[in-house]
């Protein structure tokens, strides 16, 4: 009677620790051998082992085996008839005697009998097989009890949970894993489309070509500047390739004139950031704000520009960001009246303009770009390959970077520090 | 874990044949692993008396237990006697109740 009541502490015990043991998160190897090691050691069980079942290769394959040595099979074949069987009995124990009328019993039962198996236990979880325990003879030596068998079988529900929380997890992993390759693909063919837009775009202006595709990389490098992720970033490039889908709709004569346009036609042009938003706007962008760069990168800061004429605040960053990409595009590029100025000027015209035009720490960020290349902290030569090599090595054009950067910033200078190690204030 | 307090804890006993092992308070988790390698270890090493050393263990869980059965699984194959040694009296009560005392010798 004593006896009795330690063993039914005992296993009760081990019976807590095993439910605790699968609601921790820690491996899943160890729980399954912990597992293992509780159910061995609750009813003092000489040899066992726990498998999983692979319902793809009908196979029960051994997770974890204590005593059962380096010949036992760690992959037991099953055939639909053991299947059955193992569904039939549930969570019951099957007897080594009502094993041997099994077809795997005439292939494995070898291995059983040498290693003293006494009890297998299907660990079946929403009537379907997730593996099986393999139990050995008792260190009593006695026959197995009904309430030991019960015990083990309350003990194999839990580890049956655990193996199917593992199996759902790998099933999650495994779909999560095909949807980011899905994703990637979209993206890439979504990318690809927008890059084939900007050139469609860009066609329509002979003295223009690859207006988008060069704003798509500056807005990009101020993104990379300002410290966004690379999600943004990639948004940011998509904004500015996509920034003159409106003029798609404008006459080509008008984009085209080598002449200062009349007002009329004026009007007809500035319709394109409208145009270009109701365009974007119904397409599902993997990126915010798209449309509303569109629309809104001729805005200024101090209200002076359009569609809408807004100030600062209400003026989306993005479209922020768009705007000074293009207009240093504008300057940096020949144009049927005007030839492109100089490195300089336009340096001086974005300070200038900081707080008028462009946000002030959106040209900070650009010029940042353009003196990490200058001095070869930035290794990819962007500006030179969007604006040629003797554009970018003007004369004087580092310290006067360098310069504009500190005087942007009067209340903090920044300081800069190149890879001549040479600061800056 | 710290595996070189288990090493430490390992010795061999005056007799040559004689090895003990401390079974120490990390016998009831998974940990408790490296005692049983350790046994191995000591059996390998052509001990044939293993002296699994209790005198700093207050509980035995069925972690413990099965660890225990796992040294006595391996000593049974190598042909090698365990003692259990220093064990309270709960301990052994749950040894006679799930047959290790059938195993081993108490000291």
Known sequence: MIDDRQKLIHAFGALAELGQEVSNRNSFQETIRTSLHLVSGAIGIMRAGVARYSRFGHELNMLAVRGLGDDFPLSLSMTAE?????????????????????????????SFESKRLEQFVPLVVRDEIVGALFLGEKATADAYTNYEKEIICAMGR?????????????????????????????????????????????CKDKYTEGHSVRVGKYSEIIATELGWNPEEVEGAAVAGYLHDVGKLTVERKIINAPYRINSKESAELNRHPGVGYEIL??????????????????????????????????????????NLADSF????????????????????????????????????????????????????????????????????????????????????????????QSAVH | MNTENLEDHSAPASDTDTAVVLAGDYLNKISGEQIERECKSKLDEGYKRL??????????????????????????TSGAKVVFSDLNQDSIELFETLGLTKHVTIA
């Open chain 1, 82 to 110: 053991d299947e059955r069987q193992f569904l039939t009995a549930g969570l019951n124990t099957i007897d080594i005697d009502q094993a041997r009328v099994l077809p795997f019993f005439q292939v494995y039962g070898h």
């Open chain 1, 158 to 202: 839990h580890i049956g949970v655990a193996i199917s929380q593992r199996n759902l997890m790998a099933e999650i992993e495994r779909h999560s894993e095909e949807n980011r390759k899905l994703v990637d693909d979209m993206r890439t063919t979504y990318n690809d489309t927008v890059k084939a837009f900007a050139t469609a775009i860009d």
């Open chain 1, 281 to 322: 706007l119904p397409i599902h962008h993997p990126y915010a704000n798209v449309p509303l760069a569109a629309k809104y990168h001729h805005e200024r800061l101090d209200g002076r520009g359009y569609p809408d004429g807004l100030y600062d605040r209400e003026i989306p960053y993005i479209a922020k960001v768009v």
């Open chain 1, 329 to 420: 595009d504008a300057m940096t590029t020949d144009r049927p009246y005007k030839a492109r100025r100089p490195a300089a000027d336009v340096v001086q015209d974005l300070h200038r303009s900081a707080g008028k035009q462009f946000a002030p720490e959106l040209v900070t960020a650009f010029l940042k770009g353009v003196l990490k290349e200058l001095t070869g902290e930035e290794k990819d030569r962007r500006f030179r390959r969007l604006l040629g090599r003797e554009y970018m090595e003007a004369d004087g054009l580092m310290p006067l970077v360098r310069g504009t950067l500190n005087e942007l910033t009067p209340t903090s200078p920044i300081t800069y520090i190149g890879r001549d």
């Open chain 2, 51 to 76: 002296v699994v050393d209790f005198s700093q263990t207050e509980i035995i869980n069925s972690i413990g237990i099965s660890i225990l059965l796992g040294v006595i699984d391996s000593a049974a």
